[in-house]
């Protein structure tokens, strides 16, 4: 098979994408990852055609992804394991299409690294009073309104930045305090707000003004620039928009919904996805016990049938099991 320019093949693959309704943010990543396989294949002299899309490439590029920093004018900052498998993940995706299509004449496989399993952070009780105390959220001015709808809908929703970002007047109906999602793949939800989410949705209504705008007239991009700037405010050791989301579904485990039920609020297909937003740790593992330790309902239902035996019996260690 004759060698094709990179850049051609990833136009078709950039077409595919769109015909498929990948979504900005998805595409967008696939973007990064073409950029930094352009940027190790510049550094290591190879021309960047398809006679590079080799396992040893793949393996080569996993060890320049390691070596190579974040933000090479700082020099220190390394890239985590986690954005390691993210831009393996990518091109692994990429060759896979292309050998499906018949751009390419052989399938490319090569280990993917291992993430060690951690528990996303949520904000603390203390964190979520901090928040609500930003001169971001607690002024008169129209933006801080504008925010307190923001930050409400978004932790009460679960919803993702891009799609908060495609919300429009026409998404909601405040009588039913419901609002219709653009999810991934061009997927539609309805997502119901509780009633204080509504009041500071009016709140920021009866400023807002009519138009077919984005509902927050922000872009994905400009909801990220509102939790950085509250972040720096008030001191928060992480603050970003999809923690929101992880919050959410954290918070309604805590409360006893469903997995199957958090899974379709969030607009997950995939379970296993779901159990990744999740944030549980000892204290929740401690208090679900206690709430439900079989042995201490099976003894406190004895009790109520039967009084428990008084006598004591020795115990020899003889005695048969």
């Known amino acids: 098979m004759d060698t094709i320019p990179l850049d051609a093949l990833i136009a078709r693959f950039r077409d595919y994408q769109a015909s498929r309704n ?14 930094l396989f352009d940027r190790f294949l510049a550094a290591e002299g190879l021309e960047p055609t398809s006679a590079v899309l080799t396992t040893a490439t793949m393996e080569a590029f996993a060890r320049w ?29 990429f060759t896979r299409y292309l050998t499906k299509a018949g751009l390419l004449d052989r399938v490319i496989d090569y280990p993917m690294p291992k993430i060690p ?15 609500m105390q930003s001169r971001y959220l607690t002024g008169n001015g ?8 923001l930050i409400a809908l978004m932790l009460d929703t679960g919803l993702r930045r ?8 026409d998404s909601l109906n405040m009588d039913q305090r419901r609002l ?37 007239h922000l872009t994905a991009a400009g909801i990220r620039t509102v939790f950085r700037r509250i972040q720096q405010e008030t001191g928060l050791e992480k ?13 309604m485990l805590r409360e006893g919904i469903k997995l ?56 020899s260690a003889k005695q048969p099991a």
């Open 239 to 251: 603050f970003h928009p999809h923690q929101l989301r992880h919050q959410f579904a954290t918070t």
């Open 260 to 315: 199957e039920v958090i899974g379709v609020m969030l607009g997950h297909e995939d379970y296993n996805t779901t159990r990744r937003y999740l944030s549980l740790d000892d204290s929740d593992i401690a208090a679900a016990h206690a709430k439900v330790s079989p042995f201490e309902r099976l003894i406190a239902r004895d009790a109520q049938a039967t009084d428990m035996p008084r006598r004591r019996h020795r115990y």
């Open 180 to 216: 219709t999602v653009v999810g991934k793949g061009n997927k539609e939800r309805q997502m119901v707000f509780s009633p204080t989410v509504r009041d500071h949705l009016k709140a920021f209504l009866a400023i807002r003004g009519v138009d077919d705008e984005p509902l927050f």
């Open 162 to 169: 891009e799609e908060v970002a495609s919300l429009t007047l």
């Open 65 to 93: 992804l390691r070596d190579t920093p974040v933000k090479p004018h700082h020099g220190t900052t390394q890239r985590a394991e986690s954005g390691v498998h993210a831009h393996l993940r990518d091109l692994r995706a």
């Open 142 to 149: 129209a933006l801080s309104i504008r925010n307190r709808a």
């Open 22 to 35: 990948f979504a900005d943010g998805t595409r967008e990543r696939y973007r990064n990852s073409f950029l």
């Open 117 to 131: 399993k951690r528990l996303f952070r949520v904000l603390t009780d203390e964190e979520l009073q901090r928040l």
